[in-house]
């Protein structure tokens, strides 16, 4: 992570928010990987895009969304798999329940 160039770091690096869309995203396509297996499929290639965006003051998410693109075999359980480790991936559960996050 870097601090923005206003607060002094070189504004290169990812910030909070950037690293929570990344960890629902990263979270998706590590559990498309170990799951596919299970459905006897054979993944070629995955791409996870999370849309979302900060408002208000404090600054907090709006809802984020994801898309999976997947390559792979056999195509006709794709849909399955996907909708599988949506119902499983820890990072999008723990948001979609309200994980409490405290300072201690």
Do not use: W
């Amino acid at each position: 992570m870097d601090r923005p160039a206003d607060a002094g770091g070189g504004g290169l690096g990812f910030n909070g928010g950037q690293l929570l869309y990344l960890a629902v995203a990263g979270c998706v396509s590590n559990d498309l990987y170990r799951e596919a297996p299970g459905f006897g499929i054979t993944l070629s290639s995955v791409k996870v895009t999370v849309r979302g965006d900060f408002a208000g003051d404090p600054l907090v998410s709006d809802e984020i969304a994801y898309a999976v693109e997947i390559d792979g075999e056999p195509a006709d359980r794709l849909g399955e798999l996907v909708e599988h480790v949506d119902r499983i991936a820890e990072i999008p559960n723990s948001l979609r329940r309200g994980t409490q996050v405290r300072l201690v």
